[in-house]
Protein backbone atom coordinates (compact mmCIF):
# COMPACT_ATOMS: atom_id res chain seq x y z
CA UNK A 1 0.00 0.00 0.00
CA UNK A 2 1.35 3.45 -1.17
CA UNK A 3 0.57 6.72 0.59
CA UNK A 4 -1.25 9.43 -1.53
CA UNK A 5 1.48 11.89 -3.20
CA UNK A 6 -0.50 14.97 -3.02
CA UNK A 7 0.11 16.73 0.80
CA UNK A 8 2.27 14.07 2.31
CA UNK A 9 5.35 15.09 4.02
CA UNK A 10 7.64 12.03 5.17
CA UNK A 11 11.12 12.61 6.58
CA UNK A 12 13.58 12.76 3.86
CA UNK A 13 15.50 10.06 4.52
CA UNK A 14 15.11 6.81 6.60
CA UNK A 15 15.80 6.92 10.19
CA UNK A 16 16.83 4.26 12.83
CA UNK A 17 14.75 2.17 14.99
CA UNK A 18 15.51 0.62 17.71
CA UNK A 19 16.60 -2.85 15.90
CA UNK A 20 19.69 -2.59 13.37
CA UNK A 21 17.67 -4.08 10.58
CA UNK A 22 14.90 -1.77 10.37
CA UNK A 23 14.46 2.32 9.08
CA UNK A 24 11.77 4.32 9.16
CA UNK A 25 10.00 7.37 7.65
CA UNK A 26 6.99 8.67 9.58
CA UNK A 27 4.35 10.33 7.63
CA UNK A 28 1.52 13.21 8.00
CA UNK A 29 -0.98 13.83 5.46
CA UNK A 30 -2.71 17.01 5.84
CA UNK A 31 -5.40 18.67 3.31
CA UNK A 32 -5.60 21.89 2.78
CA UNK A 33 -8.63 23.62 3.96
CA UNK A 34 -10.05 20.26 5.63
CA UNK A 35 -8.30 20.61 9.09
CA UNK A 36 -7.56 17.15 9.20
CA UNK A 37 -4.58 14.96 9.14
CA UNK A 38 -3.85 11.20 9.10
CA UNK A 39 -0.77 10.08 10.61
CA UNK A 40 1.65 7.22 9.41
CA UNK A 41 4.84 5.32 8.85
CA UNK A 42 6.53 3.67 6.42
CA UNK A 43 8.75 0.38 7.89
CA UNK A 44 11.79 -1.37 5.63
CA UNK A 45 13.74 -4.37 6.43
CA UNK A 46 17.16 -3.61 5.04
CA UNK A 47 18.13 -6.87 6.50
CA UNK A 48 19.09 -10.75 4.75
CA UNK A 49 16.56 -12.15 7.20
CA UNK A 50 12.38 -11.54 7.44
CA UNK A 51 11.84 -9.85 10.60
CA UNK A 52 8.53 -9.75 12.66
CA UNK A 53 8.51 -6.15 13.89
CA UNK A 54 5.91 -4.13 17.00
CA UNK A 55 5.35 -0.89 15.40
CA UNK A 56 3.06 1.90 16.97
CA UNK A 57 2.29 5.06 15.48
CA UNK A 58 0.67 8.26 17.43
CA UNK A 59 0.82 12.30 16.91
CA UNK A 60 2.00 15.30 18.22
CA UNK A 61 -0.42 18.00 18.21
CA UNK A 62 1.04 21.29 19.68
CA UNK A 63 3.99 18.78 21.13
CA UNK A 64 1.56 16.91 22.94
CA UNK A 65 1.47 13.05 22.61
CA UNK A 66 -1.69 11.77 21.34
CA UNK A 67 -2.87 8.47 20.74
CA UNK A 68 -4.81 7.51 17.38
CA UNK A 69 -8.47 7.50 17.83
CA UNK A 70 -8.73 4.07 16.15
CA UNK A 71 -5.90 2.10 16.65
CA UNK A 72 -3.85 2.98 19.38
CA UNK A 73 -2.22 -0.61 20.23
CA UNK A 74 0.96 -2.09 18.02
CA UNK A 75 0.47 -3.82 14.77
CA UNK A 76 2.56 -6.65 14.84
CA UNK A 77 3.69 -7.34 10.83
CA UNK A 78 6.66 -9.88 9.31
CA UNK A 79 8.34 -8.27 6.69
CA UNK A 80 10.32 -9.47 4.25
CA UNK A 81 14.40 -8.78 3.23
CA UNK A 82 14.58 -5.48 1.39
CA UNK A 83 10.12 -4.84 1.72
CA UNK A 84 8.48 -1.95 3.12
CA UNK A 85 5.47 -2.25 5.21
CA UNK A 86 2.75 1.11 5.38
CA UNK A 87 0.64 1.77 8.09
CA UNK A 88 -2.75 2.36 7.36
CA UNK A 89 -3.66 6.10 7.51
CA UNK A 90 -7.26 5.82 7.73
CA UNK A 91 -5.91 4.27 11.02
CA UNK A 92 -4.84 7.79 12.45
CA UNK A 93 -6.86 10.02 11.34
CA UNK A 94 -8.33 13.12 13.41
CA UNK A 95 -9.94 16.11 12.49
CA UNK A 96 -10.69 19.73 13.96
CA UNK A 97 -7.04 20.56 13.86
CA UNK A 98 -7.49 24.00 12.78
CA UNK A 99 -4.73 26.32 14.33
CA UNK A 100 -2.49 23.15 15.31
CA UNK A 101 0.90 22.51 14.62
CA UNK A 102 0.90 18.74 14.40
CA UNK A 103 2.98 15.58 13.26
CA UNK A 104 3.12 11.79 13.19
CA UNK A 105 4.99 9.84 15.83
CA UNK A 106 6.30 6.36 15.50
CA UNK A 107 8.10 3.55 17.23
CA UNK A 108 9.18 0.16 15.74
CA UNK A 109 11.18 -2.83 17.21
CA UNK A 110 11.84 -6.02 16.05
CA UNK A 111 10.07 -8.96 17.87
CA UNK A 112 6.57 -9.28 19.59
CA UNK A 113 6.99 -6.10 22.02
CA UNK A 114 4.00 -5.74 24.14
CA UNK A 115 4.50 -1.59 23.43
CA UNK A 116 7.54 -0.39 21.35
CA UNK A 117 7.40 3.43 23.11
CA UNK A 118 8.30 1.24 26.29
CA UNK A 119 11.18 0.19 24.74
CA UNK A 120 11.99 1.68 21.83
CA UNK A 121 12.84 5.57 21.04
CA UNK A 122 10.57 7.37 18.57
CA UNK A 123 11.03 9.00 15.20
CA UNK A 124 9.05 12.03 14.14
CA UNK A 125 7.68 13.36 10.63
CA UNK A 126 8.60 16.99 9.87
CA UNK A 127 5.71 19.34 11.73
CA UNK A 128 2.52 20.50 9.49
CA UNK A 129 0.87 23.52 11.11
CA UNK A 130 -2.79 23.76 10.11
CA UNK A 131 -3.76 27.66 9.91
CA UNK A 132 -7.13 28.50 11.26
CA UNK A 133 -8.16 29.30 7.38
CA UNK A 134 -7.12 25.41 7.02
CA UNK A 135 -4.24 26.39 4.86
CA UNK A 136 -1.45 23.98 5.35
CA UNK A 137 2.19 25.04 6.31
CA UNK A 138 5.45 22.55 6.27
CA UNK A 139 7.92 22.95 8.93
CA UNK A 140 11.22 21.42 7.72
Known amino acids: MAYPANHLVCKADWKPSSSADIKMKPCTHAEPGSGRAAFGVQVHNIGDEALE??????YFRSEDL???????????????PGDTWWSGLNSCSVGHLH??????????????????RQTAEHQSSPTVSIKSDGTVVVKQ
Open 66 to 80: QTCPVKSDPWRVVIA
Open 99 to 116: GSAVQSAAWAVTGNDADP
Open 53 to 58: VSVVVA
